[in-house]
């Protein structure tokens, strides 16, 4: 089949490898990117795709917090110029505000609220009366919501580049959940999220195919090591801890000291407050990014 320039494209920027090994990957794989960048990573020409698809959409990240409820979504606008229009930030904020006091399950319930603000209408159709006067595509492409016990949980938010980045994480603790210490490591989880980007926040809430799909190919990169083959299953649990400390929030280098991990510095928290600290979740969305 012929290869676009474009998909050569999108697997160098996933990759950060030259232009004719992507155009030959995909050309084996029959342009599917996913198997390109697999085989890709079995032959050891590729690590590990980069997770966020380069940003090609301007607008806004936005997050609207209460005590037990956080919410984070994304608008979008075809230039930076309409993102900075006074009727596109009006929008936006009256979105946060309705979609913070509704608290919708998902984007389509969001995107069918209605509102007096809104002179009655959907957002989707406000939204539509707002492109026509604007003239330019608009869209509420992303929504999340994040809800937290306040008995023992706590949210913690971070807006990176005026809306350009917008993350939630949610930590639970036995005690201490207002000091300052507390607060303190909520801001350094949220900038470890923002700059890291993980996948996950503990192990094991990394799903056991993604887990089985990295032994398969750190298997095949053992075989062709030339190594011996006793050492193979040792080659493949060290690549699989190396893999958890890049993608697992808690394993991995804190962004603000890399010589410790980020589970050193919640137990510098811990030894301080006396407290078991624990993340359960995060979200981040990244202005323009692939799924």
């Not at 950060?16 to 960048?37: F, R």
């Not at 984070?72 to 979609?99: M, P, Q, W």
């Not at 608009?138 to 016990?149: G, V």
Request: charge should be neutral; proline fraction near 2%; glycine fraction near 6%.
């Amino acid at each position: 089949m012929e290869i676009s320039a474009a998909q050569v494209k999108e697997l160098r920027e996933k990759t950060g490898l030259g232009m004719m090994i992507c155009k030959k990957a995909l050309i084996e794989s029959n342009g599917d990117m996913n198997l390109a960048i697999e085989n890709l990573r079995k032959q050891g020409q590729a690590t590990a795709a980069r997770r966020a698809g380069k940003a090609v959409k301007e607008g806004k990240v936005t997050i609207v917090t209460e005590p037990s409820c956080g919410i984070v979504f994304e608008v979008n606008s075809e230039t930076d110029f309409v993102a900075r229009n006074e009727d596109f930030i009006d929008f936006v904020a009256k979105l946060g505000k309705l979609l913070i006091q509704e608290k919708p399950a998902d984007i389509e319930a969001a995107r069918n609220l209605t509102s007096p603000v809104f002179g009655g209408q959907t957002v989707e159709n406000r939204l539509t009366e707002l492109i026509g006067k604007i003239g330019e595509n608009i869209t509420f492409r992303r929504y999340s919501k994040m809800e937290a016990n306040p008995a023992n949980e706590r949210l913690f938010s971070y807006l990176h580049g005026n809306g350009k980045i917008g993350v939630f994480v949610k930590v639970s603790a036995d005690k201490e959940l207002d000091s300052q210490a507390m607060a303190d490591l909520g801001k350094d989880l949220a900038m470890q999220v923002t700059a890291a980007n993980p996948m996950a926040a503990n192990r094991e809430c990394i799903s056991a195919d993604v887990i089985a799909k990295e032994k398969e190919i750190y298997f095949t990169q053992a075989q062709s090591s030339g190594k011996p083959e006793k050492i193979w299953d040792k080659i493949v649990e060290g690549k699989l801890v190396k893999f958890y400390q890049e993608v697992v929030l808690t394993e991995q280098a804190f962004i603000r000291t890399p010589d410790i991990s980020v589970t050193d510095r919640i137990k510098e928290v811990e030894k301080q407050t006396g407290a078991k600290i624990k993340v359960l979740d995060f979200v981040r969305l990244e202005l323009g990014a692939e799924e």
